[in-house]
């Protein structure tokens, strides 16, 4: 794991780069916070976190699973607002530092934009919540934790008697805890700014710390909100009934057996906790390999690494969501959102992987979207993802 003073160091080599201004990369917020970073420390920072955040290597093994060039690539062309759109013109106006879409397997369409390359990964923000939902199956599988009517205090006790007694692990994945918080990317009076900057004292975590002191909003299970803490939970939930780092076991359960392309990069909190609402960099190809995993069951090499049937829970509407919504998902599964014709992990300023089972179609993008994040990013990549998906079933 790195130093804290390592992100001193990220930013003195951010300052080098010509791609973004000395005053720009000095004024990234101390926290590693990153929707506060301006559209110039974006497009740096989302694939330099590490040389700014803590973090651990989430090591690859040393075979490559190939991911083949299909003989014949699409080149969508679609309406979006009355205006001719194309996969360049999308992510110029999207800033879109990548585009993968693989159909049976295959890539079928592969670019990159904003001065990114192949091997470079990219800040995944709260796709990070799908793998840690990955690894939690994982650890049901291997006999760590008993099921999802679990309660989250027997795995992390330092939350007995706060509100977060007697809420089960499904209640914490489905986002339906009922323990207050207020999540605002832009308010930095809001409980997710407080949240990061929460101090390492007496040997809890942070998240720990501050979400104990939290009071319930809702019964456990009455209403979905969506809460960045009740992922970091999940992580350190996890992580304690495995006895392992996050970053270790996703290594060992995915990253090696899958044939990963690159090493992923996990920030962790100040008690050396790898985030579990967001922090997760990971390679282009590699998201796509993500996809392609859940598409194929969650196997690897024929083994199972979750229960089949809790994997189809995972992808399956849990909780319903409320309308209105910015965007085209209908329900929430655990830490997944569902479609009409399939589900995906989404994640601030752009970055997602969508799954279409039934096509057997696999669609990942990463992005720097100006902030605020409004309706109108997630509508267009909502069109984007639909040209992307009729381009490939027609691509024959």
Same mark, same amino acid.
Not at 197 to 209: K, L, M, T, W
């Given at each position: 794991?790195?130093?804290?003073?390592?992100?001193?160091?990220?930013?003195?080599?951010?300052?080098?780069?010509?791609?973004?201004?000395?005053?720009?990369?000095?004024?990234?917020?101390?926290?590693?916070?990153?929707?506060?970073?301006?559209?110039?420390?974006?497009?740096?920072?989302?694939?330099?976190?590490?040389?700014?955040?803590?973090?651990?290597?989430?090591?690859?093994?040393?075979?490559?699973?190939?991911?083949?060039?299909?003989?014949?690539?699409?080149?969508?062309?679609?309406?979006?607002?009355?205006?001719?759109?194309? @996969?360049?013109?999308?992510?110029?106006?999207?800033?879109?530092?990548?585009?993968?879409?693989? !159909?049976?397997?295959?890539?079928?369409?592969?670019?990159?934009?904003?001065?990114?390359?192949?091997?470079?990964?990219?800040?995944?923000?709260?796709?990070?919540?799908? @793998?840690?939902?990955?690894?939690?199956?994982?650890?049901?599988?291997?006999?760590?934790?008993?099921?999802?009517?679990?309660? @989250?205090?027997?795995?992390?006790?330092?939350?007995?008697?706060?509100?977060?007694?007697?809420?089960?692990?499904?209640?914490?994945?489905?986002?339906?805890?009922?323990?207050?918080?207020?999540?605002?990317?832009?308010?930095?009076?809001?409980?997710?700014? !407080?949240?990061?900057?929460?101090?390492?004292?007496?040997?809890?975590?942070?998240?720990?710390?501050?979400?104990?002191?939290?009071?319930?909003?809702?019964?456990?299970?009455?209403?979905?909100?969506?809460?960045?803490?009740?992922?970091?939970?999940?992580?350190?939930?996890?992580?304690?009934?495995?006895?392992?780092?996050?970053?270790?076991?996703?290594?060992?359960?995915?990253?090696?057996?899958?044939?990963?392309?690159?090493?992923?990069?996990?920030?962790?909190?100040?008690?050396?906790?790898?985030?579990?609402?967001?922090?997760?960099?990971?390679?282009?190809?590699?998201?796509?390999?993500?996809?392609?995993?859940?598409?194929?069951?969650?196997?690897?090499?024929?083994?199972?690494?979750?229960?089949?049937?809790?994997?189809?829970?995972?992808?399956?509407?849990?909780?319903?969501?409320?309308?209105?919504?910015?965007?085209?998902?209908?329900?929430?599964?655990?830490?997944?959102?569902?479609?009409?014709?399939?589900?995906?992990?989404?994640?601030?300023?752009?970055?997602?992987?969508?799954?279409?089972?039934?096509?057997?179609?696999?669609?990942?993008?990463?992005?720097?979207?100006?902030?605020?994040?409004?309706?109108?990013?997630?509508?267009?990549?909502?069109?984007?993802?639909?040209?992307?998906?009729?381009?490939? @079933?027609?691509?024959?």
């Amino acid at each position: 794991m790195k130093t804290m003073n390592a992100r001193s160091e990220g930013l003195a080599a951010l300052k080098q780069m010509a791609v973004i201004s000395p005053t720009a990369a000095a004024s990234l917020p101390p926290t590693g916070f990153t929707p506060c970073w301006t559209p110039d420390q974006q497009i740096v920072g989302y694939r330099s976190m590490t040389k700014i955040e803590p973090g651990r290597l989430v090591r690859r093994g040393p075979h490559v699973k190939l991911l083949p060039i299909a003989e014949r690539q699409i080149s969508p062309h679609w309406i979006w607002k009355g205006r001719a759109r194309d @996969v360049d013109a999308y992510m110029e106006a999207a800033r879109t530092s990548g585009v993968i879409v693989l !159909k049976d397997g295959q890539i079928v369409l592969e670019r990159y934009g904003l001065g990114r390359m192949a091997k470079d990964c990219w800040e995944a923000q709260s796709v990070t919540k799908s @793998v840690v939902a990955i690894l939690l199956g994982s650890a049901i599988q291997d006999g760590y934790i008993k099921n999802m009517a679990a309660l @989250v205090t027997e795995h992390i006790p330092e939350l007995k008697g706060s509100a977060y007694e007697g809420v089960t692990i499904r209640q914490l994945v489905t986002m339906t805890s009922g323990v207050k918080f207020n999540l605002d990317y832009v308010d930095p009076s809001s409980d997710s700014f !407080k949240l990061w900057s929460e101090p390492f004292v007496n040997g809890i975590d942070p998240v720990v710390a501050f979400m104990r002191r939290q009071p319930r909003a809702n019964q456990p299970g009455a209403r979905f909100f969506y809460s960045d803490p009740d992922a970091a939970l999940t992580a350190i939930l996890v992580s304690n009934a495995v006895g392992k780092s996050m970053s270790e076991y996703l290594s060992e359960k995915l990253w090696q057996p899958c044939g990963m392309e690159e090493d992923a990069y996990w920030i962790v909190d100040p008690a050396g906790n790898e985030r579990g609402g967001c922090g997760i960099s990971i390679s282009l190809r590699d998201f796509a390999r993500l996809g392609q995993f859940i598409l194929g069951g969650g196997k690897v090499g024929g083994v199972e690494v979750m229960p089949r049937d809790w994997l189809a829970e995972a992808t399956m509407t849990q909780v319903s969501l409320p309308e209105p919504k910015p965007w085209g998902a209908t329900g929430y599964g655990y830490f997944w959102w569902i479609y009409r014709d399939g589900y995906a992990a989404l994640g601030h300023a752009g970055q997602a992987i969508f799954v279409c089972p039934e096509d057997k179609i696999v669609i990942a993008t990463n992005s720097a979207w100006p902030e605020p994040n409004c309706d109108e990013d997630w509508q267009a990549l909502d069109a984007f993802v639909a040209a992307l998906h009729s381009a490939a @079933v027609e691509n024959r």
